[in-house]
């Protein structure tokens, strides 16, 4: 499933070294790795973990953005995937991913354009609904007069909390579920609902205690609904941060979890505070190679800005420099060193592995995977979605 | 100079409203907007102060990654174009850019073999030094008998206080130019010094006493190098923040500038500190719409994390906002808008434009420009080198 060698040969300077042994570590750097062995692992447990307890598992492919990785996940045997942005879906859905949610709004004129072309792309497109003005201009759009391949299904997002997407549970929220069931050019899903603000809380006590009360919502909004006859197929939501307490509510049909086939530095904190033997383990690392080192107690590594995520400042070595060396922000294109004291130090050329701070922002910076096995490079997956933001 | 429509098409969404009325404000968003007018009022007026005060003009193409605006720095009348990564400079050569300096060092052995390539390509390509360990192995493999199409061109980078890169001024430095000097694979062309830890200095007072103390080093490296029969042919450094100071220590032969084709919040707050009229105008804007307006007080944008810098958390609203409306991040592909009171609201399909927060790293989240003129998208020019880190 990995790209042609012409397409590889592009997308990275270190295509080449498909193959070699030790290749793993001399790497023109920096360069996202992905571990092939702790990958396929947390792939494997994920969806071990929703069929165990009845779930479907719609992973969220804004995380990784790879039609290599969304095609694995569908193989594994997911009911689907979930991105971000329209122009996300149109990527996969030319990759020939068949059933994509996306699972935030889609309110401009030349964006909803695009939304019914796509339409005729993918055979289980979805998009989410918070408003009834939007609703009516996609119905518009997607009237059958208009001449579209099929009604375009769509999913009300429920706001249980975040305040970022979707409509507070209630009245409004059944109305606008109610005119999408009856508009000829829409069919009407399901409902989601995210607690995003809740991922992180770092007490599992308190994660799932509100975690499931988040979800009561999602269970008080689906009577709602059927004491006026709509029936919800799906009922989707929930993350990495939730993932073993969600299906403990009983209402979700599907799990839309991310971070957990790479996690990083925000999710392994959660994790490792939670007391437990983590369920996940930390497949992606960003490789950088120190490239300057005159300065007593301190050395320069070609990883900065544009290499990893900034929005939290908290940065992880897994492996190459001496215990108690930090990294930190050296400018736009370079990371630093501080060592633990001015008689230790790395001479220019040695090689590094972080955390991934935050993976799925850090993952749009790079162009592609390099997929390791047994320290060898052994294939460069494209980030097919990298920028497709709009 | 604009790419053919074919490869536009695939950069943008939004290529098909080339040329339509009013399209400056239909983008399909998140969307990294260039105002033409203003970004050539800036290339025009550091030119014109280069030449005023015989100074060459060494762009920093970090700033842009574009090869459509390296050449048209070309065409202005720059000597050059600065990359901070060898994967810049392979771009760009292989864009027709002749002359490119490479201001970081490249120490792996796998970069050292690329760069012996792109040394047949380019053919003014230069690279800084700042260790003997590097500069012997770059000898190596530059040296006549393998057969490369001509020495190694290469400038000793100098440390003048950031410690980030670059050699101490002193015995060392010295001992580094005479050895690139007497080697055959390699040609020394002279000295970079770049004192980026003083361009955001806020008081311009202080900013040029430090800056002119900074460049003092480097004359006085020259004549170090003077005393010992070696000459400099490039001295080169400085940087937007120091425009209209360095050439005043009379040392420099051009300036290393990027930033003041754009101007960003960073940079923009230095200049209004200084209470002069701002030399340089905020040419580049990231244009964004409200996708769900559900919450009293706040509502929420497709630019969030994904869509730029977030190195600083200071974030400008430009235009499209009631006054008083603050920006704040709201996940990986939101942005969030804070009203000043809960009776303020923006509907969804809103458009707003905002500052640029860290210009360099906002741009490299981007394939395009929409480049934009009275209104209408005019052009949409490629981030080349995006992600071109390694």
Redesign the interface.
């Known amino acids: 499933m990995s790209q042609p060698a012409s397409r590889t040969t592009e997308l990275s300077?270190?295509a080449h070294?498909i193959g070699q042994q030790g290749s793993a570590q001399?790497?023109?750097?920096?360069?996202l790795v992905l571990d092939l062995d702790a990958f396929e692992r947390n792939l494997t447990r994920m969806m071990e973990h929703c069929h165990a307890v009845g779930l479907g598992l719609r992973p969220h492919a804004?995380t990784h953005k790879s039609v290599e990785i969304a095609r694995r996940q569908m193989s594994a045997g997911a009911v689907g995937i979930c991105v971000?942005?329209?122009?996300e879906a149109?990527v996969m859905g030319r990759g020939g991913i068949d059933s994509v949610l996306i699972t935030?709004?889609v309110?401009?004129?030349?964006?909803i354009r695009?939304l019914i072309a796509l339409n005729g792309l993918i055979p289980d497109l979805m998009v989410t609904i918070?408003?009834l003005?939007?609703a009516q201009a996609l119905a518009r759009a997607a009237a059958p007069e208009q001449g579209g391949p099929r009604p375009l299904k769509v999913i009300v997002d429920l706001?249980i909390g975040l305040?970022?997407?979707?409509?507070?549970p209630g009245e409004g929220a059944a109305e606008l579920a109610e005119f999408a069931a009856a508009s000829p050019g829409l069919k009407f899903m399901g409902l989601q609902a995210y607690a995003?603000h809740l991922m992180h809380v770092a007490d599992y006590a308190e994660r799932k205690t509100k975690s499931l009360e988040a979800m009561a919502q999602l269970a008080a909004m689906r009577e709602m609904l059927r004491e006026r006859s709509i029936s919800c197929e799906i009922l989707t939501g929930g993350g990495t941060g939730t993932w073993d307490i969600d299906h403990e509510a009983g209402v979700l049909t599907d799990l839309q979890a991310g971070s957990y086939l790479f996690m990083d530095t925000e999710y392994n904190a959660v994790a490792q505070k939670d007391g437990a033997a983590q369920a996940f383990e930390t497949s992606l690392t960003i490789q950088t190679?120190?490239?300057?080192?005159?300065?007593p107690g301190?050395a320069?590594t070609?990883?900065g800005?544009?290499?990893m995520?900034?929005?939290q400042k908290s940065f992880v070595i897994r492996s190459g420099a001496p215990d108690g060396t930090a990294y930190f922000?050296?400018?736009?294109?370079?990371g630093?060193l501080a060592f633990p004291d001015k008689d230790t130090g790395l001479?220019?050329?040695s090689v590094l592995n972080l955390e991934t701070p935050?993976c799925?922002?850090t993952v749009?910076?790079?162009?592609c995977y390099h997929v390791v096995k047994d320290g060898a490079l052994v294939d460069v997956w494209p980030v097919d979605t990298?920028?497709k933001?709009?």
């Open positions: 300077v270190n070294m001399s790497l023109n750097t920096p360069a804004k971000a942005k329209l122009g149109e935030s709004p309110v401009k004129t030349d964006g695009r918070d408003s003005d939007n706001d305040h970022r997407t979707g409509i507070a995003g190679t120190v490239v300057s080192a005159n300065t301190i320069t070609d990883a800005i544009k290499s995520a900034t929005d922000l050296f400018g736009d294109e370079q630093g001479a220019p050329g935050h799925d922002p749009n910076l790079y162009d990298r920028g933001s709009a």
